[in-house]
């Protein structure tokens, strides 16, 4: 029998104030006559959910038929669902949770971590870190994106690497592997660090030139790190700045999100394209990683138009137009922007019916595009169920330095505002707006939670590097 933890519901409780407040005299109440029942109404032939339970509006508009009790949720449109958002459930050894579609996906299957599935969660560590939403966790998926391969970033002098950070007081034991083929075993003591050295992916770290621009899918061009407690872990493309005498020039890095914080809905984020689509092309996609054992079919709105995938996967679309590919388990999805008219994209929606893993990023962007010199540009996308209004932040600290500094002479010592945000209430954000923003914009300001302070992250306006 199905073990199933339902989300708590909160209670409400209505206070009714029957005695005027006052000195004044009362008046006799109006006699209005007898209370008329104005009757049930509903539209012909359209769901409703009282309650759990669904029916529909009879054709005489004021009859309830085919009535049928949820024994989870209810919605109008589709009737009773097979569960409640956030529902969790065990089927002998597997973890589930109901997503937003009211669809069950698969969190763990317990047993591969020698563990048991208890109430709706693996009875481990791991599972106490998935309860709690936390940005650490036992499986994480790591991918090698395009970057800008040739020149100075030669392959064989610069590492794609994995730094993997254990915050728990007891070891973690952490294993690589890729395509089902294990890769690599690490122990990381408490509260330590180990970094973990992985090939790049032939086909797709160097698919992007400035003469080739495509989109791609490749099969099992993402790593999964899982761990018997859990970590926080960072991806390096490449991790040197410097080695062997040579610099990389291009190089960034990004946190990655444990599986259990992903979903299948995303909002995309990226930057313009350098270049022009006739000529030599900097290009700036979305890379989308399949997760999960069972195939996500995956729709995307692009904001701009996407390029073609090289092996026919998929054609090339116009901005708003609605793309559909699937996703296997360890694929990862290049959405190469390309053709006439925007070249960003940001704003960009993305829903597949799995949980994926969902990158912005740039082979090598010129930022700002006055800049004569390029880096290149990756961060993994936060799924748009955990987005929200507030956010904290710290200054950062300079090499060389003991602490921040968040003042210099004469003021700030870099910018504190979003360059180009309205001014006044907050207003919708648009794809040309986030444009704009990331273009002049080469800081974030914030508001301490504590004091009185204002301050913000600092970015070096002449390097031309976003990190």
Not at 209 to 221: D, L
Not at 237 to 258: C, H, Q, V, W
Request: charged share 20%.
């Amino acid at each position: 029998m199905p073990h199933v933890l339902r989300p708590q519901a909160a209670s409400l409780s209505l206070l009714l104030c029957l005695a005027s407040c006052g000195g004044a005299e009362r008046q006799p109440p109006v006699d209005g006559g007898p209370p008329v029942d104005g009757g049930f109404s509903c539209e012909p032939e359209r769901g409703y959910c009282d309650g759990r339970t669904h029916f529909v509006c009879g054709a005489d508009g004021a009859s309830r038929v085919s009535e049928q009790r949820c024994e989870s949720g209810c919605d109008p449109e589709d009737g009773c669902r097979p569960c409640a958002p956030g529902e969790r459930l065990c089927e002998e050894d597997v973890s589930f949770v109901c997503n937003e579609d009211a669809r069950w996906v698969v969190v763990r299957d317990c047993g591969e971590w020698g563990s048991t599935c208890g109430v709706g969660v693996c009875e481990d560590a791991c599972g106490e870190a998935e309860l709690r939403r936390r940005n650490v966790g036992c499986e994480l998926w790591a991918a090698p994106l395009a970057n800008l391969f040739g020149g100075e970033l030669d392959p064989e002098r610069f590492d794609f690497r994995v730094v993997v950070v254990n915050p728990n007081a007891e070891p973690a034991h952490v294993a690589v592997s890729r395509g089902g083929r294990r890769l690599r075993d690490v122990v990381v003591g408490p509260g330590r660090l180990e970094v973990v050295v992985l090939p790049w992916v032939d086909g797709m770290s160097d698919a992007l030139t400035p003469r080739r621009f495509e989109s791609f899918v490749v099969e099992e061009g993402a790593y999964r790190i899982t761990s018997d407690r859990p970590i926080a872990a960072f991806q390096f493309n490449p991790f040197e700045y410097e080695s062997e005498g040579r610099k990389s020039f291009t190089n960034d890095a990004s946190l990655l999100f444990p599986a259990h914080a992903l979903t299948g809905d995303y909002v995309g984020l990226s930057y313009a394209a350098a270049g022009t689509p006739s000529a030599a092309r900097l290009s700036g996609y979305l890379a989308l990683v399949g997760t999960t054992e069972e195939v996500a079919e995956v729709e995307v709105i692009p904001s701009a138009p996407v390029l073609a995938e090289r092996g026919a996967a998929f054609e090339s679309i116009g901005a708003g137009e609605t793309l559909r590919f699937s996703l296997r388990r360890g694929e990862v999805a290049h959405l190469v922007v390309g053709g006439e008219g925007s070249d960003d994209l940001s704003g960009t929606i993305v829903h597949a019916t799995q949980p994926i893993a969902s990158f912005g990023g740039h082979v090598c962007a010129n930022v700002t595009t006055e800049m004569g010199t390029c880096d290149h540009l990756e961060t993994q996308l936060p799924p748009t169920q955990t987005l929200g209004t507030r956010y904290a932040g710290a200054p950062l600290v300079e090499l060389g330095r003991e602490e921040a500094q968040t003042e210099g002479e004469g003021g700030p010592r870099w910018p504190t505002i979003l360059r180009g945000a309205p001014e006044g209430p907050s207003a919708p954000l648009d794809a040309a707006l986030i444009g704009r923003l990331l273009y002049y914009s080469l800081a974030l300001s914030a508001w301490k939670e504590h004091g009185r302070s204002r301050w913000s992250l600092r970015v070096n306006p002449s390097s031309g590097n976003l990190h």
